[in-house]
DNA sequence: TCCATTTGCGTACTACGTACCTGAAATGGA
DNA sequence: TCCATTTCAGGTACGTAGTACGCAAATGGA
């Protein structure tokens, strides 16, 4: 059997419960995934090390290495996992802002469940089924309205790209804050607080001043916040989609 | 002297030239984050370790601790370095769609000579000068056409989201087939390929499929591909700010 | 029963960030 | 000119990471 590693994770399936000779595996993919996700979620994608997730199964560190190639494929199988918890309809309602509401508030809700999602998916690229079909679902959207493909392609890409870094904005801090060791509230108002106060009063960037200060946006709920940012992603794209010339 | 380690690193300025007794400083804060970045530039993020950084500058590993209070903030500097690459205009010209053209183009620049950049740009809240800079030029292109302060702050994030996307997708995965080891051709087609083939055979994702097999987009070059979505984002502030309500 | 096969996992190697410490170097005052 | 003082250079070392390697244990078929 060749050892083929330099190939992606989705083209190397976890070894079958065969019915020959030899050890059966005591553990399997989606329970090692399982653990890597919960101890991410409690503690930060930095406490994500195979030591570690071998100890909460109880086991050695090199067992894992039966169940998952390396430690970077472990964090697409993470990727996928959360994204398999995002429920959707099997097919477009009709009503594409309704559809593109939902997907968008669903996605929202993984990655604030689990904070180092978003982080993950937008640094490395990883095509995994459940992405697959959460983006199949907004191209879905998208069709019937007389869009060609590569204006749907564009659409929703938009729409991936604001939901992303609407979600990172609202999060981003957090996992920083975790990584000095300070708890999320003490890191605003002591570690970026004070920066961000001589940048203000120093009166060299005054629009920024004034989206810091004048913004009533700051004061919305993230949620708030989220929906606001999304009604004019979806406004911007009726908007085009009114003005697109009609195709034959 | 107190040691305030936990604080941002724009508030703890390089130590400065005095005239007291004692030995001068022989490297500074800012030629070991050139040296940073060159080596990131060559060999990928994952080279620029303490420990290569002083090599390449001659000295031991714990002299940099002299001049960066830790690793990670040495990444702020990195990035506030790239983006100081970032030529821009006193201020803006009038026409804002030109303005942010201009904009984009500079940051796209600045984002494939330093691969790194947008990556790590858009993992960590960062808010360096540059930064600040470039960040206020893009709301001074906003200015001026009537729109309010959030407005402003809202079209100028869907601006950077775009940017900063489009960016990593051009160019994500080369970081990635540098970390496998693989070159960036070889990657594409041994590593990714045939798992993109997989799943287009399945047939399990018809609009994926099309947006891959019938895309006219995907034959432009890189740059018109960028300018054809930012092309698009522009049309569409114009259409949002066409249908803003007069405000008093 | 015995063996080919596969898993569990301890050991060990390399490489990382960085705390600590020693000694060298540079300067102002005498 | 010489020395006390201050600062920097950088070696050593500790803790932790990913993971290559190899052997013992377990298992089912012959």
Chains 1, 2 share one sequence.
Not at 125 to 144: D, K, M
Request: charged share 30%; glycine share 8%.
């Amino acid at each position: 059997m060749a050892d083929e590693k330099p190939t992606s994770i989705w083209m190397q399936p976890e070894r079958q419960e065969r019915s020959g000779p030899g050890r059966r595996p005591g553990y399997s993919r989606e329970q090692v995934t399982r653990t890597a996700v919960r101890i991410a979620d409690a503690e930060g994608l930095d406490a994500v090390t195979m030591r570690r997730i071998a100890c909460d199964l109880g086991t050695g560190a090199m067992s894992l290495y039966r169940y998952v190639p390396r430690r970077d494929d472990l964090f697409d199988l993470m990727i996928d996992l959360a994204m398999s918890e995002v429920e959707l309809p099997d097919g477009p309602s009709g009503d594409w802002r309704a559809d593109l509401t939902l997907l968008a508030g669903r996605v929202r809700a993984a990655g604030l469940r689990h904070p180092w999602l978003i982080a993950l998916l937008t640094s490395r690229p990883t095509l995994g089924p459940n992405l697959l079909r959460v983006h199949e679902f907004a191209l879905g959207a998208f069709e019937g309205i007389g869009l060609d493909i590569d204006d749907i392609t564009g659409f929703a890409g938009m729409l991936d790209d604001y939901v992303h870094s609407a979600i990172r904005r609202e999060i981003g801090w957090q996992e920083e804050a975790r990584r000095t060791g300070l708890d999320p509230e003490r890191w605003k108002r002591d570690y970026m607080g004070p920066y961000v106060r001589q940048v203000v009063e120093s009166g060299a960037f005054p629009l920024f001043n004034r989206s810091v200060l004048e913004s009533r946006t700051a004061h919305l709920t993230p949620e708030e916040r989220f929906r606001q940012g999304l009604d004019r992603i979806l406004d911007a794209v009726a908007a085009l989609i009114a003005a697109l010339p009609a195709r034959p």
